[in-house]
């Protein structure tokens, strides 16, 4: 019986490399690579031996007649796919790791390659990992919080955790003895770009995209307004995310009790996986979280929860749905949660007319039903996909007291006023038609957005690190900064899964072991344990790898304690201090 990938998929292509017949597609090699929401093994070629299941670092694949529940649809996605894209299934021409010629460690070839490393989420843990494996360099690997991880532990939602277990394939590469780690070290503040650049041959900044784009629109910073990375940070313990910044039970006594029935409804701006995420964590039934390494204050928050509706709200229609067919299909079957589609011409008619591998077919067999956003929401707990609404205002308790009109003040979120669109080609335009969606809770997931890191030039249009292939540049000559290298979303923007990285890092290092093998790299002048004696002297509760062990394992005691896989520790004196623990 031959194998399918699931929802899990991570892009990576581990599974690639290990297949006997080259089955499994699109490969790293091909243009569809990076533009698939997952990768599909043909079961016409597949000989089930298993090896792209033992490879796979995410447990995202399984025998076709093992799959049960939600899952039973992916045999089919993975037949259909090749329906659609017939292969050969031919090989591509070898590739093999880089390495560095001997002598060219450096500039003047004294002692190993150093490089610091940015950050330790998936970019960063591919970028090691291939440094390690091609090179005897030897790695620093810093971080703002106390705790290693990035995305993957704080974005990660905790009802995925075999998406969770890419981690492990990570642990090698922080436990390699050429790998020192400073956590609770932050670049900018604590040390600054020149002073790691005097330690170290190269810098490679792996920082993510940390901020939300905005929404642009009267009441966005109402309370009860957040975006997207506040509330994932909530549910997932970021420990700069305080316990209280998403409240979902208060009762408000200023408000009447037709307004606060609408606390009831929430509404997330944006159709695209976080999105989903977090419209499946306020649905999911607590008892099945409770499984998880959700935080403890949002487990306790959602059990207190009044949320009952949430309704996913886009400016385009279904066939821009940002979402992946995967995450969609799953959120489709969530038990108890019904998923309708609000009825329009235009949607109705898009689906009609949809091709079978597009968005706009996800939609096919759902319920088309009107929805009136300034109705209570119904008995039950549903999700309600809106598309062609532009939300223009958010309404507030303020505003309700002045009669619906004139600023919305500084009173808590009690709804969206909404403009219909319409599309004309690619533009969006307005129809003149307006409404309001009553809602005690607004979230806006419409994308991240990058911050400037001090001491590079930074690209506002793309808000991204300036560079050209994972090299920094100066944007007004296009010429390299010295040493100074970018990966990930810092690099490419906010795009692309956890597996998207590991290509990204290949690049990027590729870029930088070009540099050392032309010698074009300053060599330090300090070593290694100078930088370490600057780190404990800049920060004293820094958090090194001997720590970082402490504090793993008191998360996941505490996890076996209650049949999880770990209870987080949620700020950052409490991470501390189990790291003192060592």
Known sequence: MAYAITRNCCNDASCVSVCPVNCIHPTPDEPEFGTTDMLYIDPAACIDCGACADACPVDAVFPVDRLRGPDTVFGDLNRDWFRDHPSDHAWGAPSFPRSLPAGADGTDGSGPLRVAIVGTGPSAGYTAQELLRSTGAEITMIDRLPVAGGLLRHGVAPDHQSTKRIADSFASVFHDPRLRMHLNVEVGTDLTHEELAAHHHAVVYAVGAAADRRLGIPGEDLPGSLPATTFVGWYNAEPTVPADAVQLSASRPSVSARLSAFAERAVIVGNGNVAVDIARILLTDPDRLATTDIADHALAELRRSRVREVVLLARRGPEQAAWTRSEFLALTRLPGVEVVVEDHPEVRAAIRAAAPDSQAALLAGLPLEPFDGDAAPRPGRRIVLRFLSAPTGLTSEDTEDAGGLGDPGSGRVTGVTVARTTLVGDRVEPTGETDTLRAGLVVRSIGHRGVPVPGLPFDEAAATVAHAGGRVVDPATGRPLPGAYVVGWAKRGPSGGIGANRACARETVDALLDDA??????????????????????????????????????????????????????????????????
């Open 517 to 582: 093998a032309a010698r074009a790299l300053t060599a330090p002048t300090a070593g290694r344990k100078d930088f370490d004696r600057l780190v404990r002297r800049r920060r004293p509760d820094a958090v090194g790898l001997k720590e970082l062990r402490a504090l793993d394992q008191v998360e996941r005691t505490r996890g076996e304690a209650e049949g999880r896989p770990r209870v987080k520790l949620a700020t950052v004196p409490a991470l501390l201090a189990a790291a003192r623990r060592a």
